[in-house]
């Protein structure tokens, strides 16, 4: 996949503005509390941000490219896209997320729930929350093992979270 997306990039020189990807980077940088962004953090680049980099890279930043306009910048907007890969994409900017179609006529969205305060990613009709704010203050995230896991929005949540990804380190010293 890494190797697709740089040939892309290289043969193309369509560098872009990744207009999918920043616009889902830039709702998680409006977050105020510095624990609660990184708790949002994780999960998403750990599902959201490697499916919105390989849209940008394969489709929106060509288009933005070739036509000079981003169309994840035009909510409503439905664009046909010819993509790196000699295919047609349709990529609509919706009011809470996007939908992706692909050639093959599967839609994949991103959207956002108002009303759970969540954020989910939805594939072949299979719909996968990716983090939600708890009442309580905390950040309910799902894990890669399909389980998920209520942290505290501060920095021992986040260590909390690192260790349950895997990401964490453990050092004792005798």
Not at 20 to 48: C, G, H, Q, Y
Not at 99 to 105: A, F, L, N, S, V
Request: hydrophobic fraction near 40%; glycine fraction near 8%; charged fraction near 20%.
């Amino acid at each position: 996949m890494i190797s697709l997306a740089a040939a892309a990039m290289i043969v193309s020189s369509c560098i872009g503005s990744f207009g999918l990807t920043n616009a889902v980077l830039d709702w998680n940088r409006s977050v105020s509390n510095k624990w609660v962004n990184e708790l949002i953090f994780l999960p998403l680049s750990m599902i959201a941000y490697p499916i919105t980099g390989t849209v940008d890279v394969l489709v929106l930043n060509s288009v933005e490219f070739w036509t000079g306009s981003n169309p994840i910048s035009k909510v409503g907007h439905t664009e046909n896209v010819w993509g790196q890969d000699g295919r047609l994409y349709a990529v609509k900017t919706l009011k809470r997320g996007y939908e992706i179609t692909r050639p093959t006529g599967e839609k994949v969205y991103f959207t956002f729930n108002k009303k759970d305060k969540s954020w989910s990613i939805s594939e072949n009709g299979k719909e996968v929350e990716i983090f939600r704010f708890n009442e309580d203050g905390t950040i309910r995230t799902s894990l890669p093992n399909g389980e998920s896991i209520d942290v505290a929005a501060n920095e021992q949540g986040l260590y909390q979270l690192r260790m349950a990804y895997g990401e964490g380190s453990f050092f004792a010293q005798r």
